[in-house]
Every structure is written in structure tokens, then in C-alpha cells.
């Protein structure tokens, strides 16, 4: 999809309110849904009433005409939304896996994902951890009993970013599921279907809502894997199009029988800030690459880790698959991890706070705080720097955030 094209989809692709002509697609708040013929309640219940609706756990007319954007955005087959990006991760991990299979995952995940796995593996779901960047390192770790490889686009706060073509190529071989999470990306930068993810996960929080006012979470299925070659089907929904299979047990399992979902104002707020995730993401990401390229030449910071810096170990691939745009995240080892917190408190303009893709800069002390909880030497293993600082880059002058920094290191 070229650009343009995807600035029109963002604003027109939730569609709109068929029934009073509101631009914007409605807020349905109804639990319940009602049926004139009890044959086409039936229906929902049996999957022939394609479009409609029962009960608001499974989803809403407001949930839907979202999912039927981030299908479009993805390029996928269908999307099922959920009340956070974690919910969405643990509805494919805990609707997909049972006791006995094995995944393979990288040995830079989100935290909290990260501690998802250790859950997963205390119910007797075999995990391994390796360094994705090495496409034959995933290889080496499969067995027969893999059921799917786990990776996302950019790592946080590293901004390392895996072999995902390679893995791609490997997951196909072996026909086997390939789950990419696009949340720092987001479908703007990246379509993880072109390298072959049957499933791609958004955290919608992030950059697609991009203002900090709602939490969500998305499973879009690509179309590209085969689901009648999934041992882990329930007969229920191996039920018509193979390519809906997948999504049918995620959407049952998961919103039913779990409940995690997505409330329609949410799903409304989203939408209005996924209208400008394509003008966000180019203003966001210029500014991250003139601040990365000020702090790298400053005596003060020992490392800047961002992926549009030609120092940066995979530059070549963001460069190919993320079309030259390094997306809003950015970290920096200040070389003095005494002057951590110092610095930090001098900062004028960036809000010190965890989260990511505000509207707002966002600055957080890493050790200290979202990898606290490993210890210093899991922080070692991962590549943590003790003086590491991450940053969210928001929408404010690039010339005045830069000026801050500048002022606050000095
Ligand atoms: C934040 C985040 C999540 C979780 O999303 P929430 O909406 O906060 O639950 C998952 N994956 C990645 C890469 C994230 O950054």
C-alpha cells in the first residue's frame, strides 16, 4: 500500500453511520442484541448470520467497524480486538497452545509478555528464548512439538529488531504459525504478512491510538497460514473457510470464554486517533532521528540505540522493511549512571512516565524501573545499560525537545 493510499484508508476505512449518516461510525453501548426472526439469533449462534451480533462480549457494531480496519491496514482476512494489547497476546497464546507444546520466542520481548511466557510455562508449555536477530538460532530450536514462533518488530527499550524475513522463510518451511507483534511499527511501517506472519498482533494503545486516552489490543489473521494444518483446532470451529478457522477458535475462546474485551467507546477513541497514526508516525519519527543524532554526538551519552542510525546493528533492515522510517522509541546510555536521575529531573518538556506513543515525549530511567524486577544481572543478559534512558518521542518541536535535552545534559 503506498502512502497515499494509506493516509485515505486511515480516515475513511472504519466507515461510517449507515443509519443516520454520522461520519463517524456510532458508539453502540447495547449488551444485548435483538433479532426480528428468532432464525437469524440462531444464526449468530451457529456462524450463518455473518455480521450479527449477541452479546457484547463477543464484540459490538462500534468493535467491528475497528476490526475492519486494522484488518484493511494489515492486509489480513479478519481481527478480532480486545480490551489491551496483552489480553490480545494471551487470548493467541491461551486459545492456541496446550500442555506439552513448545514455542520459540526471542530473547527480547515486552516485560510483560515476557512474564506471560513464564505463566504459560508454569502450565506445562515449553518456551524457548532465543536471539531472533540469528534466523538459524529459531531453527536450531524447534522440534516436533512447536506450535509457533513469537517475535515483534522493535524491541523495547533496545530497538533491536529480529530477522523477520529469515524467521519467515524458516516458519514456512517447517509450516509452521508465525506471530509477529507490529505494536512500535504498527501496520503503517510494517505489514508482517509480507514475510509470511499468520498472525500479527497489535497493541492498539500504542502507536495506532497514539494519544494515550484508551488501551486496546488486536489479533489480525493475514490469510497466510494454513489453519487445517493446526493441531490444536477444536472440531466446533473447523467449520467452513479454512482460512477463518484460526480466528473463529481466538474469537470464542478468547472474547467468549475469556472476556478481555474491548469496550465500543474505546473502540471509538481509537479509531479517531488511528486517523492520523500515518501523519503521527512521519512527525514522530523525524523528530526521534534529529534527537538520536544530536545525543550520539554528545560526550555525555555513551550509546544511542535507534534504528535509522547508520550505527545501528540492524540499519540495513529497517532501512528495507520499515520504509527508512525508525517509528517514535529511542534509548540512550547516559556514560555516568550517576547522573541518571539528575538528568531526567532536568528535562523541562518530556513527561517522566512509563508508556509509549503519547501525543506527549515520555522518559523513564530503564534500570531503575520497567526492568527493575530482573535484577542487574538479567538486565546485564539482555543488554540493558545501568545509565539506559528511554524515550517516546511525541508531537512537540523537534528544535525545542532537542534544546531540552541539550540544557538537561549540560
Ligand atoms: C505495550 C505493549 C504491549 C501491551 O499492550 P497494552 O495495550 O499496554 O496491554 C504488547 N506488546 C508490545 C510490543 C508493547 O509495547
Redesign the pocket.
Known amino acids: 500500500m503506498s502512502a497515499s493510499q494509506l493516509s485515505t484508508l486511515l480516515v475513511h476505512g472504519s466507515g461510517h453511520d449507515a443509519q443516520h449518516g454520522g461520519v463517524h461510525p456510532a458508539i453502540h453501548p447495547s449488551v444485548q442484541y435483538g433479532h426480528a426472526r428468532v432464525e437469524d439469533l440462531i444464526g449468530v449462534f451457529q456462524g450463518t448470520n455473518k455480521g450479527g451480533f449477541n452479546y457484547a462480549r463477543q464484540g459490538t457494531p462500534t468493535t467491528a467497524a475497528l476490526e475492519a480496519l486494522i484488518t484493511k491496514l494489515e492486509g489480513g482476512v479478519g481481527t478480532v480486538s480486545f480490551a ?4 490480545a ?1 494471551q487470548a493467541v497464546f491461551f486459545t492456541l497452545l496446550k500442555a506439552g507444546d513448545h514455542l520459540v520466542t526471542g530473547d527480547q520481548v ?1 516485560g ?2 515476557s512474564s506471560l511466557l513464564g505463566t504459560l510455562e508454569g502450565l506445562g508449555v515449553q518456551v524457548s528464548r532465543v536471539n531472533a536477530c540469528d534466523a538459524q538460532a529459531v531453527a536450531a530450536a524447534l522440534r516436533p512439538t512447536t506450535r509457533l514462533v513469537f517475535v ?1 518488530t522493535i524491541a ?1 527499550p533496545t530497538t533491536r529488531i529480529p530477522d523477520l524475513a529469515g524467521i519467515g522463510r524458516v516458519c514456512k518451511e517447517r509450516g509452521l504459525l508465525y506471530v509477529v ?1 507490529n ?2 511499527t504498527s501496520p503503517a511501517l510494517y505489514a508482517p504478512r509480507v514475510h509470511g506472519a499468520g498472525l500479527v ?1 497489535n ?4 502507536t495506532i491510538a497514539g494519544h494515550g486516552t484508551a ?3 488486536a489479533v489480525t489473521d493475514t490469510g497466510c497460514y494454513d489453519w487445517a494444518a493446526y493441531p490444536n483446532l477444536f472440531p466446533a470451529y473447523r467449520q467452513g473457510d479454512p482460512r477463518a478457522w484460526g480466528l473463529q477458535q481466538i474469537r470464542k475462546k478468547g472474547l467468549r470464554d475469556m472476556g478481555a474485551t474491548l469496550s465500543s467507546e474505546a473502540a471509538h477513541r481509537i479509531m479517531v486517533g488511528a486517523e492520523t497514526l500515518s501523519l503521527r508516525l512521519q512527525r514522530c519519527a523525524a523528530t526521534a532521528m534529529q534527537l538520536a543524532t544530536f545525543l550520539e554526538g554528545h560526550a555525555a551519552v555513551a550509546r544511542v540505540h535507534y534504528p535509522m542510525l547508520a550505527s545501528h546493528a540492524q540499519h540495513a533492515w529497517a532501512r528495507e522493511w520499515f520504509g527508512g522510517n525508525g517509528s517514535w522509541m529511542l534509548s540512550f546510555e547516559l556514560r555516568d549512571e550517576a547522573a541518571l536521575v539528575p538528568v531526567l529531573n532536568q528535562l523541562r518538556i518530556p513527561i517522566k512516565a512509563t508508556g ?1 506513543a503519547d501525543t506527549r515525549t515520555l522518559v523513564i530511567p530503564v534500570a531503575p524501573t520497567i526492568f527493575w524486577e530482573m535484577g542487574a544481572a538479567g538486565r546485564a543478559a539482555m543488554g540493558i545499560a545501568e545509565g539506559l534512558v528511554r524515550v517516546s518521542v511525541g508531537l512537540e518541536d523537534a528544535d525545542e525537545l532537542v534544546a531540552d535535552f541539550a540544557q538537561a545534559l549540560a
Open positions: 489491551t494489547g496483552m489480553a497476546i515486552f510483560n509478555t515483534e523495547n507483534d505494536t512500535v498482533v497493541s492498539l494503545t500504542k488501551l486496546g489490543g509509549l
